[in-house]
Nanobody, 125 residues
Framework: QMQLVESGGGLVQAGGSLRLSCAAS????????MAWYRQAPGKEREYVSA????????NYIDSVKGRFTISRDNAKNTVHLQMNNLKPEDTAVYYC??????????????????WGQGTQVTVSS
């Protein structure tokens, strides 16, 4: 499995921005689609966004479209989530994950595993 370490979370006021990063190791990063998930207190983990192994395809859930941008740097084995116009309902622990299979891009939440430890994002109103 891929080892993943998230960073970049923090406390921000509504309307603010944060940029999450995820550093990967243990597998050929450039061969794997990556995704971001989040888990709010008392709720199940929720798929947020995904990017294909080449970066040419992306996907977002409706609630973050136009506010979040996923990107990757295959030379640095990192994936990012730029979050703008944050809302209190975005408060959650954010996790990155790698796809189970190389060179496959799907948006099904069950397609990804190899979770990191997560990074806390708190948006105050």
């Amino acid at each position: 499995q891929m080892q993943l370490v998230e960073s970049g979370g923090g406390l921000v006021q509504a309307g603010g921005s944060l940029r999450l990063s995820c550093a990967a190791s243990g597998r050929p990063f450039a061969d794997y689609s990556m995704a971001w998930y989040r888990q709010a207190p008392g709720k199940e983990r929720e798929y947020v966004s995904a990017i294909s192994w080449s970066g040419g395809n992306t996907n977002y859930i409706d609630s973050v479209k136009g506010r979040f941008t996923i990107s990757r740097d295959n030379a640095k084995n990192t994936v990012h989530l730029q979050m703008n116009n944050l809302k209190p309902e975005d408060t959650a622990v954010y996790y990155c994950a790698s796809h189970k299979w190389p060179r496959v891009f799907t948006t099904a939440s069950t397609s990804y595993n190899s979770w990191g430890q997560g990074t806390q994002v708190t948006v105050s109103s």
